[in-house]
């Protein structure tokens, strides 16, 4: 599969990043050739084979229902670069 | 009933889906141990999880599960037993982590039905799945002229979604689904159903066709937040898609917010680009494995479902079945009727729960939780009256003074005086004592003015300030009169 | 003052048990060694005064008679691990400013065992990179130069852990930790002549660490030695309640493992490893290696790992698809770096496009694109199957040996600035580490010889899951015979 100008365009939108034209311009080749190169996966036979998402071979651990984090407003503010009181603040979203 | 709309080219059907969002009942959030209490400070209910701090992982709550598996359990739905959790990937200000932890492919909860009373009949609702994730935070568009402020204390929090079937064909019926769904997540103690405060919200998709066709292209309704906005909105969306069509317009899948000012719902900004959630397993957690003891476990733990318990208040006590739908409507209703049954006539229970105390709460503003009024005070007073202590009459005033003061019945009626005179003797020597006094009368009663006896009764009710016995009143004085 | 650098861990465990030295003297000196290396650029948040204190108050516990694993021992960390009121930037311009008000498992298990905090570690941005030359704080050198070449030649560290291992390669910390995810910890030790080891997935708590590929990621030490390193590891691991994917398990003694003994173990030789164009001198290495553990007495057996090859392609959609979402909250929102904008996609665009490097956004991107609708299915679901085989192969292998070695990377360290413009020749870098890591094994690069040019070479030696045990006798075995003595000319 190759990606064209626009795709990348596309791709970088939906990741957020803002790419000039000729950062753009060189993704769009870079990405071609990673892309290239990983479709030699395309050689392997995997339609009997089940996806393998994790490693570990444990279940899933939980934890019991009690309130134990959070009463520290400051710790989670702290480090904002903008803030109005007790609240993060942002551009005002437009909607 | 017909449910369907007529347009000016003949007659439409309106089908509806539900998505709704429960926010799971629990001390503390999904996956971190921050407080999920409603109305605290901003950002102060608030993990570094929550917050998407750096290197934070997820660590899942076993309430939040056991409270999906009762949900399903009490839907009938089927317990999977294992389900995945995804990321969904999107940009907001107010999802710290940039994705919202959920269940996509592979949800905790599978197919289910809820039964729901129409007027004219029952419907069964078609329940396709829940799956459990996490709520966002909140963002405040009008407190700073230039930004948007974040408040994280959602974030994080418990949500079932619960997804039914495109199976209604109304708004009426759609709200009929939601009330019946938030009355069992009550029962189950899953969800407090409270809407106004969010934890219950609604998504609706609603579409047209011809009746009996193919289905047509549908639109989805966010954000809904009270039954009768459901409603509402539905009809409205459900006119304004016939109309397009009639028109020979065609209707665009796209997301719509009901305008509860104006009563019409309007097209949200698309951003058709932002659409694609790049859905995945989350790396930082496995698959979620049930066992079949811990589903046994809760499913031995359930509640008498609201349905199951209506009827068994119209067989068991003999009550009217709209009587018991309202006593089904909240388990603290129902549980409220069965502790002022016990031992009394249940119907009598029931009309004095129903007519009187909701009556006179609903004129206070106050939920039955409330109420200054508890089953055994309220036992009490209808005892008073079942052993003829007091008369039906003082009932409904020493009611009234129990409702401000929240005192005992029997504190009230010796307060004032209000026992009931019942004792054949003293009365016979009363009624003796008037007849004596109005001879004349009792000439003219006994001539044919047989009228006259409501003058006899009032004469001894007056020597007894109203707490004679208005039977025994009425036995002796016939009696006499007749001698 | 050199006699004191010249201390592995467990060397100066014990001048510091015998009172022969305190931590405070041992701390100063790697203070003085780091202020003279500053040149290689491996600290990039040094904390002398936080590291002074820390030795006073072990110098303090071991008076007391209380000693820790690591008591005393002057360490630097990997600037991916968060650590409580110093700043951590994962090299990233994006975390400009940032500073934890939380201490990482990992961190808070070595000061749990008395371990003393030198600074902060260079690396590349987001442990993406296999040079440390993706970093906002500049590159990391490697204190080791090629024969002949004059002062101004400066090699790459190996990445991304390209700080940790060139800090612990140029005396200036007695260890350091790692991060590993497709040969983070295991190349840059090759690369720096030094210990490098990649414990299994799940032995060390990813909690507090900034994630790149969450399947993948796992801390580890740089050590001198294999005996340093089994000491470090055993105060580092240990199952972690707020890591879901944290192995609950007790933690081995590794050091009791290093018997010096592999005699009856079966050494697997796969033949897939053998890549073409591979340089001869890896290849003799890699025989090398063979002989000194069979003349040790192990048996060594040749087995084959089919799928090897496309190890490095999956891995290249894996771990790309879990980073563009793991970083997806440096938004500027809520701590970092935020650039203007009118609305908050507007924000995000500038923030993340002046934030992030060109190899985050790189991935970022591929991570995305393969992520998206109508690619899902063609490539990370494919990507997972092949995992799958991977894994499979390692299984089936590790039914008929004990371990596996291999070399640790494809070539020795390569100058700053080579293969900058060419992505994939950089990821090959990894083509030996990639298969272990989707299977979540443990692995180890030991230093085992030097090139043409007089750089460090490592081989690697893999185990079953959760065999570190096995994978520390093997290679204490090796570092014995290979007997690897060379130090670099750069640093303390």
């Known amino acids: 599969m190759s990606l064209d100008r626009e795709t990348v365009r596309q791709t970088a939108l939906l990741a957020r990043i803002r790419l000039d034209e000729d950062r753009l311009e060189r993704m769009v080749g870079e990405l071609n050739g990673i892309l290239a190169w990983i479709d030699q996966l395309n050689e392997v036979d995997t339609s009997s084979v089940a996806p393998l998402a994790s490693v570990t071979g444990h279940a899933l651990p939980t934890r019991a229902d009690s309130v134990t984090d959070g009463n520290d407003a400051e710790a989670v503010l702290t480090n904002a670069p903008d803030r109005v009181g007790g609240y993060f603040a942002v551009p005002k979203v437009v909607e | 009933m017909s449910t369907l709309v007529s347009g000016s080219t003949g007659d439409w059907e309106v089908v509806v889906g539900l998505e709704v969002h429960a926010q799971v009942r629990s001390e503390s959030k ?135 079937r495109p199976d209604l064909r109304s708004g009426a019926e759609a709200a009929a689904c939601l009330r019946t769904l938030r009355t069992l997540l009550r029962f189950l103690g899953t969800c407090d159903g409270n809407m106004q405060e969010g934890s219950l919200r609604c998504d609706a998709n609603v579409s047209v066709r011809r009746p009996g066709g193919e289905l047509g292209t549908r639109c989805e309704i966010k954000n809904l937040n009270s039954i009768r906005f459901l409603q509402q909105a539905i009809e409205y969306e459900a006119i304004r898609q016939v109309e397009v069509l009639e028109d020979g317009g065609k209707i665009i899948q796209e997301t719509r917010l009901f305008d509860a000012d104006r009563g019409e719902t309007r097209s949200m900004r698309s951003k058709e680009d932002a659409h694609d959630y790049r859905y995945f397993p989350d790396p930082d957690l496995l698959p979620l494995e049930l066992s079949e003891d811990f589903i046994a476990g809760i499913a031995a733990s359930l509640p008498e479902l609201p349905e199951t318990r209506r009827n068994r208040f119209v067989s068991q006590y003999g009550i009217g079945e709209a009587e018991a739908d309202f006593l089904v409507t909240e388990p603290e209703i129902a549980d409220f009727f069965e502790a002022l049954a016990d031992g009394r006539d249940p119907k009598l229970a029931a009309n004095w729960l129903t007519t009187e105390l909701f009556g006179a709460l609903n004129r206070a503003g106050l939920p039955l939780s409330k109420s200054p009024v508890d089953a055994g005070t309220l036992g009490g007073l209808i005892d008073l009256v079942a052993d003829g202590t007091i008369s039906g009459r003082s009932a409904k005033d020493v009611f009234s003074e129990m409702f401000e003061t929240g005192q005992a019945a029997e504190t009230i009626v010796d307060a004032r005086g209000l026992r009931q005179l019942s004792d054949g003797a003293a009365i016979a020597a009363l009624v003796d004592a008037v007849l004596a006094e109005h001879g004349d009368k009792v000439a003219e009663y006994r001539s044919g003015k047989v009228k006259l006896l409501g003058f006899f009764v009032g004469q001894v009710m007056k020597q007894t300030r109203g707490t004679a016995n208005p039977q025994l009143v009425n036995e002796i004085l016939r009696e006499r009169l007749a001698g | 003052m050199s006699d004191l650098l010249d201390l592995d861990i467990a060397g100066a465990s014990e001048a510091l048990d015998a009172r022969r030295v305190s931590s405070v003297e041992l701390t100063a000196a790697y203070l003085d060694a780091m202020e003279a290396a500053a040149g290689l650029n491996c600290f990039v948040t040094p904390t002398p005064e936080r590291a002074l204190e820390m030795a006073e108050a072990s110098d303090r516990r071991r008076a007391r008679g209380e000693s820790g694993a690591l008591e005393g021992i002057p360490v630097g960390i990997k600037d991916l691990f968060c650590t409580c009121s110093i700043p951590t930037s994962a090299a990233s311009r994006i975390l400009a400013g940032f500073v934890p008000t939380y201490e990482s498992t990992v961190t808070a298990n070595l000061w749990r065992n008395g371990a003393v905090l030198l600074g902060k570690l260079n690396m590349d941005e987001f442990a993406m990179g296999s040079a440390n030359v993706n970093s906002c704080h500049g590159p990391v050198e490697n204190p080791w130069h090629r024969t002949g070449d004059g002062a101004g030649d400066r090699l790459v560290p190996g990445g991304s852990s390209g700080g940790s291992a060139a800090a612990v390669a140029a005396r200036i910390a007695l260890g350091a930790t790692g991060t590993d995810t497709g040969g983070s910890i295991r190349q840059p030790g090759s690369f720096c002549g030094i210990v490098g080891m990649k414990p299994s997935y ?43 994917t944290s192995a609950d398990i007790p933690v081995p003694d590794f050091e009791a493992a290093l018997t010096g003994d592999v005699r009856g173990l079966r050494i697997g030789v796969p033949r897939e490893y053998r890549v073409d164009g591979m340089p001869d001198e890896i290849e003799e290495l890699w025989t090398r290696g063979r002989d000194l553990l069979a003349q040790a007495g192990a048996e060594l057996v040749e087995i084959s790992l089919p799928h090897t090859r496309y190890a490095l392609p999956a891995y290249y959609i894996i771990a790309p698809a879990e980073a563009s979402s793991n970083l997806a909250r440096y938004d500027g929102v809520r701590y970092g770096l935020r650039a203007g904008g009118d609305e908050p996609d507007d924000m995000y665009e500038n923030t993340r496009g002046q934030g992030f490097g060109e190899e985050v956004v790189r991935r970022v991107l591929i991570g995305t694109y393969v992520l998206s609708q109508g690619y899902y299915d063609a490539y990370y679901l494919k990507a997972q199957r092949v995992r799958a085989l991977i894994r499979n192969d390692f299984d089936e292998a590790f039914g008929g040996v004990d371990a596996i070695l291999t070399p640790t990377a494809p070539s020795d360290a390569f100058a700053i600035g080579e293969h900058e413009d060419d992505p994939i020749r950089m990821y090959l870098n990894d083509v030996f580490t990639v298969p272990s890591s989707l299977a979540g094994l443990p692995a180890i690069s030991v230093p085992a010889g030097l090139s043409v040019r007089g750089l460090p070479l490592g081989l690697q030696l893999i185990g079953r899951m959760f065999d570190e045990e096995t994978v520390f006798r093997v290679a204490g075995v090796l570092e014995q015979a290979a007997g690897f003595a060379h130090r670099p000319s750069g640093g303390a």
């Not at chain 2, 907001?92 to 039964?115: A, F, H, K, M, N």
């Not at chain 2, 459990?132 to 974030?155: C, F, T, V, W, Y």
């Not at chain 3, 801390?219 to 890591?243: E, F, K, N, Q, Y």
Request: proline letters at 6%.
């Open chain 2, 30 to 164: 999904l996956f971190s141990g921050a407080s999920t209490r409603f109305g605290a400070e901003p950002n102060s209910q608030v993990s570094l999880v929550d917050a998407g701090m750096p290197g934070m992982l997820p660590v899942i709550n076993r309430e939040c599960v056991r409270q999906a598996v009762r949900t399903g359990l009490g839907l009938g739905a089927k317990i999977n037993r294992v389900s995945v959790f995804d990321r969904k990937n999107y940009f907001y200000p107010d999802l710290p982590q940039g994705y919202q932890i959920s269940q996509y492919t592979r949800p905790i909860v599978g197919e289910g039905s809820l039964r729901i009373t129409m007027p004219d009949g029952e419907r069964v609702v078609g329940i396709e799945r829940i799956h459990l994730e996490q709520d966002a935070g909140k963002s405040m568009h009008d407190q700073d002229p230039s930004r948007s402020l974040i408040d994280l204390n959602r974030s994080g929090v418990a949500l079932m979604e619960i997804v039914s």
């Open chain 3, 202 to 244: 799940g032995r060390c708590s990813r909690w507090g660490i900034i994630a790149f590929a969450s399947s993948l990621d796992q801390a580890g030490p740089l050590t001198r030695t294999v005996r340093d390193s089994a000491m470090m590891l055993g105060a580092m691991a240990g199952h972690d309640p707020g890591d879901s």
